[in-house]
């Protein structure tokens, strides 16, 4: 189970692009909490109590019975310039080019030397324009998943908890000069005619389909980082002043998988950030904690540590050779798991719930992309007993990633089978889903 639960997020993130965001909103997926806003560290119910706020384990009420959620997955893209597939229209275009000019004779050349520079003017400057498109350009996804067993008991309560999350970017490093190349092959005041051909495009035309390719030295990055999680929460309420105070504890064993895959732009493969030169992994310790007061019957507080052991990843070094001079430049990184605490507030009767979550500490991923940290509201409206709708906006109060609307709907028919659905949309075009399926015994 625990390997099918990592295949499948890597699934999710991976096959995006090559690797592609650090910065996830939360550090679990959970279908009801994410469709209110990705709050839950005060409105999280028993059953996923282990993957947000370990403390609200102990919240359940004594008619409540076992609860699994197998499993629990969400995605989110931010990739509005549609950039993994244009950098690949990069390599289909030096591919077609060559194609044709693999299929050139030298006799074909000199009998139609205008007609091979038309080919080579049109392939540069085709090639020009997307390296002046894909600079700055940047595509990043998010995914998660989460099985939790949880077992509520009045002494102690104990829940079996495997998440996943993996968040990746692809970002592009043009190098001015391959635009400068193919623009003077391209150049519109030597257009080729019968009078003044171009000797530049002439000359690749001869020299054969590497050509272009190998006076290309602009390259293409993206990293991965998946990390599971596999422990167990413990959790037990307490009498403090009259006040439920609920406190929990989740030690887990930690696995992080990292892939850095960079090359040459014209080399670029999507399918290639699984080879073994671009992946590590490591093994640790970590815990989450999580404390939550019940200060009224329907006004809850609550606060989450997350990873409170600190770790520090290197990526594996990828070199890259310069065509035109030989430097050959390394590519490395580094991913930070540190400590995130949240606290969360929420109000709720049997008709309504209202939350809001937000960071106290940031949100920190590869050392090459900025911090983030998250505010987010939500609400639930119940106007069946097996039916709910959800809502919530969710924003990154330092303004890297995209703001999100969420939304949600939850089925329980007989209070037993759960189905829950989410969706997620914002700016820049980002976009999102998520769907959980969840029993009570």
């Not at 939360?26 to 839950?40: L, P, S, V």
């Not at 006799?107 to 600079?135: C, M």
């Not at 991965?224 to 887990?252: C, R, W, Y």
């Not at 037993?416 to 998520?434: N, Q």
């Amino acid at each position: 189970m625990k390997n099918k639960l990592k295949l499948s997020v890597v699934a999710i993130a991976v096959s995006f692009s090559v690797a592609n965001q650090a910065g996830a909103a939360n550090t679990w997926a959970e279908a009801r909490n994410d469709a209110m806003g990705g709050t839950g560290v005060a409105s999280a119910s028993y059953g996923s109590a282990a993957l947000i706020n370990p403390a609200l384990l102990a919240k359940a009420k004594p008619e409540d019975d076992i609860s699994v959620i197998l499993p629990s997955f969400t995605a989110q893209i931010n990739d509005k310039d549609d950039l993994r597939n244009e950098i690949e229209d990069i390599n289909d275009k030096i591919d077609y080019y060559g194609d044709v000019v693999d299929g050139l004779s030298l006799g074909d050349v000199l009998a139609d030397p205008i007609g091979t520079v038309n080919q080579f003017q049109s392939a540069a400057g085709d090639l020009a324009d997307s390296l002046e498109f894909l600079k700055g350009k940047r595509a990043s996804a998010n995914a998660g998943a989460g099985i939790a067993v949880s077992i509520p008991n009045d002494t102690l309560s104990v829940a079996f908890v495997t998440k996943a999350q993996a968040h990746a970017f692809v970002t592009t490093s043009i190098d001015q000069q391959d635009i400068q190349y193919l623009r003077e092959m391209d150049d519109p005041n030597d257009p080729g005619d019968f009078a003044t051909p171009s000797l530049r495009a002439l000359d690749a035309a001869v020299r054969g389909s590497d050509e272009i390719k190998d006076n290309l030295n602009s390259t293409a990055s993206g990293r991965a980082a998946i990390v599971s999680d596999f422990g167990v929460a413990f959790a037990h309420q307490f009498e403090a002043g009259g006040v439920p105070l609920m406190v929990g504890v989740t030690p887990k064993m930690q696995k992080t998988w990292l892939y850095n895959y960079t090359t040459s732009i014209s080399d670029y493969n999507k399918n290639d950030w699984k080879k073994d030169r671009y992946r590590n992994d490591d093994t640790s310790f970590n815990i989450d904690v999580g404390l939550a007061a019940d200060l009224t019957e329907n006004f809850t507080v609550g606060l989450t540590g997350q990873n409170l052991i600190s770790n520090n990843i290197d990526t594996k070094d990828v070199r890259v050779e310069n065509r035109r001079t030989g430097e050959v430049k390394s590519y490395k990184d580094t991913y930070q798991i540190s400590p995130l605490v949240t606290a969360g507030v929420a109000w709720q009767n049997e008709l309504l719930t209202l939350s809001a979550d937000g960071d106290l500490t940031e949100t920190k991923g590869f050392k090459s992309e900025k911090n983030s940290q998250f505010v987010g509201v939500g609400a639930e409206v119940r106007p069946l007993n097996w039916l709910a709708v959800r809502a919530g906006y969710r924003a990154d109060v330092k303004g890297d990633e995209s703001n999100v609307f969420t939304g949600g709907v939850g089925f329980a028919p007989f209070n037993t089978v759960h189905v829950d659905l989410t969706g997620m949309v914002g700016e820049r075009e980002t976009w999102g889903a998520g769907a959980q399926l969840s029993l009570t015994f």
